[in-house]
């Protein structure tokens, strides 16, 4: 990594990015403008993640600029929470483990949220089972899940600033969207809405959430 530490490696930066992107757009597939803004956010956190992880560490030189602390530029001082504490470097790495262990989940519960709705409007009626047994929007919390993991493995200001900002609006836009739901299936949705929590599921039933797999496995 000394190699890059003057100029980063953009390339891996803008690589990452278009990743991450296509995920996004792949999954989230926005329609509305509320949608479009929504996503747009996300957006903006993964290229401020990439941008810092690979190319401009900006997080590292405010910090020692405000508050003086000494942290010299390597990609292992972009682990701050090891780095800060002084975990070390097997710190820094079970942070990172830890951390894409929630984005991992959090792309898989994605991936199968969006899958399951897909079929469901497909073949014209309200998505309640599998995951939608669980959570009511497993798509946005596995945006959340993601983020989250993201902020455990590689922390930076305009990150930490802008995960609030995104479950503020996933939340604003998911009541919208039950709004609509009410209209389309009455007292079905009701019915569905009381009895199944938003974003985060029961606590007897977080390892269904977070083993999202198993449902397309059950169904070969």
Do not use: N
Not at 110 to 134: F, I, M, Q, S
Not at 157 to 180: D, G, H, M, N
């Amino acid at each position: 990594m000394d190699q890059g530490a003057d100029t980063g490696f953009w390339e891996v930066s803008i690589i990452m990015v278009v990743i991450a992107s296509w995920i996004l757009y792949r999954y989230v597939a926005p329609k509305g403008w509320r949608e479009w803004t929504r996503a747009g956010l996300v957006q903006a956190f993964i290229i401020a993640l990439y941008a810092e992880m690979y190319g401009f560490p900006l997080t590292i030189y405010l910090l020692t600029g405000w508050l003086g602390i000494e942290i010299p530029w390597a990609h292992e001082s972009g682990h701050l929470w090891a780095y800060l504490f002084g975990w070390g470097p097997l710190g820094a790495m079970v942070e990172m483990l830890v951390g894409y262990t929630f984005v991992f989940a959090g792309i898989s519960v994605l991936a199968e949220g969006w899958r399951e709705v897909y079929v469901a409007t497909k073949e014209g009626r309200l998505a309640t089972d599998k995951l939608y047994a669980v959570v009511r929007h497993p798509q946005y919390t596995g945006i959340f899940l993601a983020v989250f993991g993201q902020l455990i493995h590689w922390p930076t200001i305009p990150t930490v600033v802008l995960f609030p900002v995104i479950v503020w609006a996933y939340c604003r836009l998911s009541k919208k969207e039950e709004e609509q739901m009410v209209q389309k299936f009455g007292t079905a949705y009701e019915a569905y809405r009381q009895r199944v929590p938003m974003f985060f599921p029961r606590q007897s039933e977080w390892k269904k959430l977070m083993s999202a797999g198993q449902f397309r496995e059950s169904e070969k």
